[in-house]
T-cell receptor, first 115, second 114 residues
């Protein structure tokens, strides 16, 4: 089974609008961390935001917030007030604390911000 | 100053050759990783070292051999290169081995095997 599922291969959003990128995960480990990374066309991977499985509140980092729904095993990334520079691939990732500390990445969502 | 650097950025070589990719981090992190990103952008972990000790050794051909001379360096040597090895290889580091530390990635090395 896929550990991380990103069902939106491509998304479009109007500049200044908010957009939600979906991510669901699969784990039986009660302790895990969820990450979002951005990969612009230049190729580098940039860390955006982190959510721990025991965190009570949804993580926020500037215009990024993580909509964490533990029972549904979803960790959607919300980008508010989209900017042209947000156009990139976005990867959701998970790391399990107790099961070998493996790092699993989703297949990514390509976001295009339209002026 | 670049936090995680890789050399070379581009590598074009012929099948059967042996090549190395070097990675250095100046963040004082304990843990380093190698990832392979294929043409469909799928990222897969290959190896991980914590304090110079091999921790993760995914199912990769044994033509791939990592070497960590010290905590700040993790090199990847590939023997007998094959066409299917063409990909972008990313080095990354994290402060500790623990799962709640994010990884900092290098700029990637685009390997093309002809």
């Amino acid at each position: 089974a896929q550990k991380i599922t990103q069902t939106q291969p491509g998304m479009f959003v109007q500049e200044k609008e908010a957009v939600t990128l979906d991510c669901t995960y699969d784990t039986s480990d009660p302790s895990y961390g969820l990450f979002w990374y951005k990969q612009p066309s230049s190729g580098e991977m940039i860390f955006l935001i982190y959510q721990g499985s025991y965190d009570q509140q949804n993580a926020t980092e500037g215009r990024y917030s993580l909509n964490f729904q533990k029972a549904r095993k979803s960790a959607n990334l919300v980008i508010s007030a989209s900017q042209l520079g947000d156009s990139a691939m976005y990867f959701c990732a998970m790391r399990e604390f107790n099961t070998g500390n493996q790092f699993y990445f989703g297949t990514g969502t390509s976001l295009t911000v339209i002026p | 100053d670049t936090a995680v650097s890789q050399t070379p950025k581009y590598l074009v070589t012929q099948m059967g050759n042996d090549k190395s990719i070097k990675c250095e981090q100046n963040l004082g992190h304990d843990t380093m990783y190698w990832y392979k990103q294929d043409s469909k952008k799928f990222l897969k972990i290959m190896f991980s070292y914590n304090n110079k000790e091999l921790i993760i050794n995914e199912t990769v051909p044994n033509r791939f051999s990592p070497k960590s001379p010290d905590k700040a360096h993790l090199n990847l040597h590939i023997n007998s290169l094959e066409l299917g090895d063409s990909a972008v290889y990313f080095c990354a580091s994290s402060r500790k081995w623990r799962a709640d530390y994010e990884q900092y990635f290098g700029p990637g090395t685009r390997l093309t095997v002809t």
